[in-house]
């Protein structure tokens, strides 16, 4: 039997994987960002490295983030792990057929 439970772990579940979807998005868009910017200073490697000295602090600090970003999103997937294991125990049968089960015990002797 379903209750409330089950529909709240339902919506949570279809929540984180309607944001993991929408990071995985992010995370090639951020990607695109990146060639877009090492293509910009293709030719000239010496305004590249005053452009990555004067920002030092700030690629530190988005470097940081991308830490933290991708350890939320390992995170969320194994939210889902488990979410989707508890979700799948309301699945199996409560209360089995005992015919059933006797007659399957006198096959096995």
């Given at each position: 039997m379903k209750d409330r439970y089950f529909y709240a772990?339902?919506?949570?579940?279809?929540?984180r994987k309607e944001w993991v979807r929408d990071v995985e998005i992010f995370f090639r868009f951020r990607e695109l960002k990146e060639k877009a910017e090492k293509e910009t200073f293709k030719n000239n490697l010496i305004i590249y490295l005053i452009y990555k000295i004067i920002n030092l602090p700030t690629n530190f600090l988005n470097f940081l983030s991308k830490i933290r970003q991708y350890s939320d999103y390992n995170k969320t997937l194994a939210e889902i792990k488990v979410i989707s294991l508890e979700m799948s125990k309301y699945n199996k049968p409560q209360i089995t057929n005992r015919s059933e089960n006797n007659a399957e015990n006198k096959k096995d002797t």
């Amino acid at each position: 039997m379903k209750d409330r439970y089950f529909y709240a772990l339902s919506d949570c579940l279809a929540r984180r994987k309607e944001w993991v979807r929408d990071v995985e998005i992010f995370f090639r868009f951020r990607e695109l960002k990146e060639k877009a910017e090492k293509e910009t200073f293709k030719n000239n490697l010496i305004i590249y490295l005053i452009y990555k000295i004067i920002n030092l602090p700030t690629n530190f600090l988005n470097f940081l983030s991308k830490i933290r970003q991708y350890s939320d999103y390992n995170k969320t997937l194994a939210e889902i792990k488990v979410i989707s294991l508890e979700m799948s125990k309301y699945n199996k049968p409560q209360i089995t057929n005992r015919s059933e089960n006797n007659a399957e015990n006198k096959k096995d002797t």
